[in-house]
């Protein structure tokens, strides 16, 4: 038949071979129709094509995740404004270009001996709740932060006494040069005050949960 | 004769064959030689009556769009649908009325942090309507959220989503989540403290999500504080990426509406079938 004779291709094949035939619409020795090939081919251009278009805008929009910012110190007043037994709120520019809704409050004071702190260094407790980034306040009559959203209290550390906080209030990173007491990254702390990357306000840090709630590529690392 | 050469062919009379009625092909005598013909004013004044048709015509030869018009607005509904079948329709007004005031207000409005207040400003004081507008767009936000879930308590109550509208309902619920991203991603526009707050609070209830939670606010927020580009980002998915996805699934929405029909609700009984059922008469008393 001519068909049969189409598909070996004027390759001439013992009888042997001939009594087994490809399946029809293949020539002999392929594993795939024209049609079928063809088919596959154009579907990988699309997918190319489609990917090349794509590919890019979802980077440009997921980029800033792993995006960090440049590191950015602050001047916050003289080490003689600060004493160890109360805290004195500074304000100072957080995020840049964006006016003053890029600031944010910061509770400064010297290190307590009492406490177990190093005299000779500041701590600068952020002000923003641990629980959903609330801005609480530092209430001198009772010694302690209080949250007005949702009743989120901390003690004069800034370690959670009551409410829904989940951890510590956040620190930022102080260093004193000629003088002038500077205030540098976020970094948020476990329960214990160690140090950790900055977390968001609602998650947990230390043991399993620096694990669930990954330190983020866009924060800085802790002191 | 010399009438025949002046009345056309087809309308002179035949003659009948077998009685040789004069001349063959002879007009009868009665023929109206000059038929009243219309004025060419008249004939204009027809066309022009005519106009709308057939512009209508001309489209629907080249679209047949009659058939599927007159298919989807004349379809059947089952006995027993009220009131209550509307609320679908009127998500559907209120998304209508917050695409449009949502296109005007673009007009005034401008997505940067140290602009967005005083222009949203500036549209309520000095815009003529603007606070009317803005006033539509901002309470209209609310009352499609109430009525996407009211419409969503019908289906659910009146068990509109089994089959074989489950697939409608899992686009409904999608549509209900781009509703609320909608409102959401709307909220922080205006860049008062309102916004700002409620803002940085939802951000990070996403946060609190266990793993992916912390990269889902970097991404929000287009970095780890909220900042310019997270204006600029939620003003971007607020009026180019969601309405686009929220216009081609209420599409998809209500084709499968028209194609699958609605549903009775669950307090209409079937009716009978009208064949002659000799049991029914029995029961009435009647003769089989």
Redesign the interface.
């Given at each position: 038949m001519a068909d049969d004779a189409d598909k070996q291709n004027g390759a001439g094949a013992s009888p042997a071979e001939r009594a087994k035939p490809d399946p029809p619409g293949y020539f002999d020795g392929e594993s795939m129709t024209r049609r079928r090939a063809f088919t596959v081919a154009v579907q990988g251009l699309g997918g190319v094509a489609g990917a090349a278009i794509v590919l890019p805008a979802v980077g440009f929009?997921?980029a800033?995740?792993f995006?960090?910012?440049k590191e950015r110190w602050e001047a916050v007043g003289p080490v003689g404004d600060f004493v160890e037994d109360t805290y004195r709120q500074v304000v100072f520019t957080?995020?840049e270009?964006?006016?003053d809704?890029?600031k944010t409050t910061a509770y400064v004071r010297r290190g307590s001996k009492q406490l177990g702190e190093n005299p000779k260094e500041m701590v600068a407790v952020s002000n923003r709740c641990v629980h959903?980034?609330?801005p609480v306040r530092f209430v001198e009559a009772a010694g302690n932060f209080i949250c007005p959203?949702h009743g989120g209290v901390y003690d004069f550390q800034g370690k959670r006494i009551g409410g829904p906080p989940v951890r510590p209030l956040d620190h930022f990173q102080t260093r004193i040069r000629n003088g002038q007491v500077e205030l540098g990254p976020r970094y948020s702390v476990t329960s214990q005050l160690e140090p950790v990357r900055?977390?968001?306000?609602?998650?947990f840090t230390g043991g399993i949960w620096e694990y669930?709630?990954?330190?983020?590529p866009?924060?800085f690392p802790p002191p | 004769m010399k009438l025949d050469s002046l009345i056309p062919a087809p309308l002179r009379k035949p003659a009948k064959p077998g009685q040789g009625n004069g001349a063959k092909g002879a007009a009868p005598a009665d023929l109206k030689t000059e038929p009243e013909r219309p004025s060419d004013a008249a004939r204009l004044g027809d066309r022009a009556k005519e106009a709308p048709v057939d512009v209508l015509a001309w489209v629907d030869q080249r679209t047949a769009a009659t058939g599927f018009l007159t298919g989807m607005l004349y379809r059947k509904v089952p006995k027993g649908t009220n009131w209550f079948y509307t609320l679908g329709s009127a998500t559907l007004f209120a998304f209508i009325v917050q695409a449009t005031t949502g296109v005007f207000l673009a007009m005034f409005y401008t997505p940067s942090?140290?602009q967005a207040y005083g222009s949203i400003a500036h549209i309520n004081n000095d815009v003529f309507l603007g606070a009317f507008v803005h006033g539509m767009h901002k309470w209209g936000s609310s009352v499609m959220v109430i009525l996407i879930f009211l419409h969503m308590g019908r289906t659910f109550f009146f068990g509109a989503y089994k089959y074989p509208r489950e697939l409608n309902w899992v686009i409904g619920v999608v549509l209900l989540i781009l509703t609320m991203t909608m409102a959401f991603t709307g909220y922080l526009l205006p860049?008062d403290q309102r916004s700002?707050?409620a803002s940085?609070?939802g951000?990070?209830?996403n946060?609190?999500g266990?793993?992916i939670?912390?990269?889902l606010?970097?991404?929000l927020?287009?970095?780890?504080?909220?900042?310019?580009?997270t204006l600029s980002?939620f003003y971007a998915i607020h009026m180019l990426l969601l309405p686009g996805a929220i216009i081609a699934l209420i599409g998809a929405h209500l084709y499968l509406v028209v194609k699958l029909g609605t549903t009775a609700p669950p307090w209409m009984r079937a009716e009978r079938p009208k064949v002659a059922d000799p049991t029914s008469r029995l029961e009435a008393g009647g003769h089989p």
């Open positions: 929009a997921v800033p995740i995006h960090r910012g957080e995020t270009g964006i006016g809704a890029g959903l980034g609330c959203c900055a977390r968001d306000p609602g998650e669930l709630y990954p330190p983020r866009s924060t | 942090t140290t860049f700002f707050w940085v609070v951000i990070n209830i946060g609190t266990p793993v939670g912390p990269y606010s970097d991404f927020r287009a970095g780890p504080e909220l900042g310019a580009t980002r």
